[in-house]
Structure formats: structure tokens, C-alpha cells
Antibody, heavy 116, light 107 residues
Framework: QMQLVQSGPEVKKPGTSVKVSCKASGFTFTSSAMQWVRQARGQRLEWIGWIVVGSGNTNYAQKFQERVTITRDMSTSTAYMELSSLRSEDTAVYYC?????????WGQGTMVTVSS | DIQMTQSPSSLSASVGDRVTITCRASQGISNSLAWYQQKPGKAPKLLLYAASRLESGVPSRFSGSGSGTDYTLTISSLQPEDFATYYC?????????FGQGTKVEIK
């Protein structure tokens, strides 16, 4: 079945970077698009950006434009989201999701905690 | 960016009740709308897409309607497993945006 498995929880200090992975299986990764969404505790879902896997083209929310990089490794069917210059407000659960419009396939989420 | 506004932010209802949640976009989105259900500690689950198309495996008590800027999610007869938070999401723009969520609680 279609599945996305994300990397484990991270604890980071302010000013550092985090890189979250998302491994796909059960569908054709190279024909897909991968979205990244985050959710702080008690808050709404917030879109970060996406990558068209085949071309590598990316698009980011303006809020994250300067700090985020989304990449993919087609040889391992894995997408990555790296967020730099972390601050406490970046503490959230980060999700990957497959699809360019809606998504029925989501990863389990990765908790990223930013704390000094 | 297209802004999505849901109402209400929360509601209390009983098992068997009919529940309606609305989502308004800041501009027309041509039915490019999905609805998700999220339970605590879990990833969102897709319920409907294209405003009214039911995702495979989703019970038929869930339905969606709307056009232009205004959309609704209806649960015809609320079941115990439906107590959760619901989000709308537009994909008219390649930059996704979500509503703020509607928490459905037990009365």
C-alpha cells in the first residue's frame, strides 16, 4: 500500500538547522509531488512547500522562502525538508504528503523541538 | 495567498446530529477544495476532494458542496468516531492553504 515513513523526532538549538526525511513506498515516487506541512501544538496546518519529484522543481511559502530547502533522492524514493536558522516558533510536527493537489497519503509526522 | 476561513471554530454535538462546517475562500477557487479529518496525535485523513468527491473508504455520511468562494462539509448523522478536528484546504493555487480548523466535540 502507499506509504510515507518519516524520520524520528529531533531536538535542536536555536540558530541551527534540521533535516527531516520522508521515504515513499507503494507508488511511483518519480511521478509524484511531495508536500511539506507543519503544525504547532493546537494550531492549524501550515503549508511549507513542495517539490515535483521528476523535475526537482520546488515552490515555497513566502514565510519560509529564505530558510527552507526541499530536495529528493530518486534512488531511495526519499524526500527531504531542511529548515535553517531555527527559532522556538519552529517547534512543531512536520508532515510530508504525496500529491500536487489534495493528498490521501501522509507521513506519520516528525516532532521538531527547538530549545536552548 | 488565498486565505481560507472556517466556521465555526468549534461546535458541540450529539451522536446522530447533523453537522455542517463552512469554509470560505478569499477568492474563487473553482471547487479546488479538500476536506480532512484529524484526530489528536495523528496525521490528517482525506475525506473529500474537488469539493464533493468522496475519498475511497470514507463513509457516505460525509458529503461536501459549494462553489465559488463558499463550501460546506456535512456529516449527516454524527458517529462517535467522528469527534475530531476538520480542516479545509484549497489547491486552486499551487501554494496550499488550510482553514483554521473546526473542532467537533461531544455535547
Amino acid at each position: 500500500q502507499m506509504q510515507l515513513v518519516q524520520s524520528g523526532p529531533e531536538v535542536k538549538k536555536p540558530g541551527t538547522s534540521v533535516k527531516v526525511s520522508c521515504k515513499a513506498s507503494g507508488f511511483t515516487f518519480t511521478s509524484s509531488a511531495m508536500q511539506w506541512v507543519r503544525q504547532a501544538r493546537g494550531q492549524r496546518l501550515e503549508w511549507i512547500g513542495w517539490i515535483v519529484v521528476g523535475s526537482g522543481n520546488t515552490n515555497y511559502a513566502q514565510k519560509f522562502q529564505e530558510r527552507v530547502t526541499i530536495t529528493r533522492d530518486m534512488s531511495t524514493s526519499t524526500a527531504y525538508m531542511e529548515l535553517s536558522s531555527l527559532r522556538s516558533e519552529d517547534t512543531a510536527v512536520y508532515y510530508c504528503a504525496a500529491g500536487s493537489t489534495w493528498s490521501g497519503v501522509w507521513g506519520q509526522g516528525t516532532m521538531v523541538t527547538v530549545s536552548s | 495567498d488565498i486565505q481560507m476561513t472556517q466556521s465555526p471554530s468549534s461546535l458541540s454535538a450529539s451522536v446522530g446530529d447533523r453537522v455542517t462546517i463552512t469554509c470560505r475562500a478569499s477568492q474563487g477557487i473553482s471547487n479546488s477544495l479538500a476536506w480532512y479529518q484529524q484526530k489528536p496525535g495523528k496525521a490528517p485523513k482525506l475525506l473529500l476532494y474537488a469539493a464533493s468527491r468522496l475519498e475511497s473508504g470514507v463513509p457516505s455520511r460525509f458529503s461536501g458542496s459549494g462553489s465559488g468562494t463558499d463550501y460546506t462539509l456535512t456529516i449527516s448523522s454524527l458517529q462517535p468516531e467522528d469527534f475530531a478536528t476538520y480542516y479545509c484546504q484549497q489547491y486552486y493555487s499551487t501554494l496550499w492553504t488550510f482553514g483554521q480548523g473546526t473542532k467537533v466535540e461531544i455535547k
